[in-house]
């Protein structure tokens, strides 16, 4: 079951395009056993992808102006311990990967992913989550032809099990202090000074100046159902977040302050979303049975809903499992270059010139003055 747009536009926000096709094949059969994507991430023309194996791929965008272009492979390499990697999350204003893996934080360098050495920085390990500052990571790289700018460095919330550890990157890895957490949390994001996190049953914000700590909602308000609810925090704003809360009948979007009041109207979905995703002015969820639904953020309302994927074989086809977000954007291969990009003859307008060139011109057919592009 969805919900229908209320109001349809024209034109939706969003169309899908495959990017990345048949590469987990490939290496299931160079390994002899499953190989599956666990986590995502992409900026600019860059997509960095983590497998179950350990294994963390960069795929580049290939190709010229006239022909199509296309993410290809460029390098892959196995995280240390060849555990499943199980988050991916891109500083590019410093130049940082961080890549979560059997409860260790490896730190690499950007574009290449090479491991930044350990003489300089060691893993961060016993992590149950982790959640970086999102003003942080909307920063962006520092392109190789700008002028050289001090780099701010970037802060990050470890969530351990009785505590909050609290660091900031940039060459280095600095420890700034650490807050109890007696409850524990399984799930976290940040935006400032405020960390919303949820534990097994309740989602809480703690203000990370104050060390001070507020209850919000239940992540399950259906309390006599056996079933497994996944907490969802999703940084909105510099000072807001949106939390799910499944009420066994439907499940409730809530938009709260850092202070922990509640600021908007709510969202709702017949069932449990399987992931969300912002994209201002943008909620994107992903439900079970495989539809995705784009709500508006000031109107609540439903812009899209886009259906499930088409059975049989096809780029489009397999099921969807997550929803990513990458805060300074990627390129998208064009399908449509060869046809929409072409020369195209433009005839151009004389200004001034002799008084003979001028008298030829006003007997000739009148062409329309042309914006420089």
């Known amino acids: 079951m969805t919900y229908a747009p209320q109001k349809p536009i024209d034109v939706p926000p969003y169309q899908l395009q495959p990017l ?12 002899g056993h499953p190989i599956n994507v666990r986590c995502a991430q992409a900026i600019g023309s860059e997509i960095y992808v983590g497998c179950s194996n350990g294994e963390l791929l960069r795929f580049a965008l290939q190709g010229n102006t006239t022909d199509s272009q296309e993410y290809t492979l460029l390098s892959r390499q196995s995280i240390p311990n060849e555990k499943p990697i199980d988050e991916i999350v891109l500083a590019p204003s410093i130049s940082r990967a961080l890549v979560l893996s059997d409860h260790q934080i490896h730190f690499y360098t950007l574009p290449a992913l090479d491991v930044v050495s350990h003489n300089v920085i060691k893993p961060i390990r016993n992590v149950v989550t982790f959640a970086v500052d999102e003003q942080h990571l909307r920063r962006p790289p520092q392109l190789a032809n700008d002028i050289p700018v001090p780099v701010d460095p970037i802060e990050f919330c470890v969530v351990k099990r009785n505590a909050i550890s609290l660091y900031s990157l940039r060459e280095r890895l600095f420890f700034q ?14 935006t400032g000074r405020y960390l919303c996190i949820a534990d097994r ?33 999703t940084v909105i704003s510099e000072n807001e977040f949106l939390i799910l809360s499944w009420t066994g009948g439907s499940t409730i979007g809530v938009f709260i302050s850092g202070e922990g009041d509640p600021v908007r ?66 390129f998208i291969p064009s399908t449509q270059r060869s046809e929409k990009l072409r020369p195209m003859p433009v005839r151009l307008v004389r200004r001034g010139g002799t008084k003979a060139a001028t008298q030829k011109e006003s007997t000739a057919d009148p062409v329309p003055d042309l914006p420089a592009l």
């Open 265 to 330: 109207g709510t969202l709702e979905w017949p069932s449990h979303p399987e992931a969300i995703s912002l994209d201002y002015p943008y909620v994107t969820t992903l439900l079970p049975n495989n539809t995705i639904e784009i709500h508006s953020i000031e109107t609540q309302t439903i812009a899209q809903v886009i259906p499930a994927p088409p059975e049989g074989p096809g780029p489009l086809s397999s099921d969807r499992r997550a929803l990513i977000a990458c805060f300074n954007g990627f």
């Open 201 to 233: 049953e309740n989602y809480n914000v703690v203000d990370l100046v104050q060390a001070s700590l507020v209850p919000l909602l239940p992540i399950s308000q259906a309390f006599d159902s056996d079933v497994v609810v996944k907490p969802s925090i």
């Open 177 to 190: 202090k650490e807050i109890p957490l007696p409850t524990g949390g399984v799930l976290a994001r940040r």
């Open 20 to 31: 990345l096709s048949g590469f987990t094949d490939v290496l299931s059969r160079s390994a």
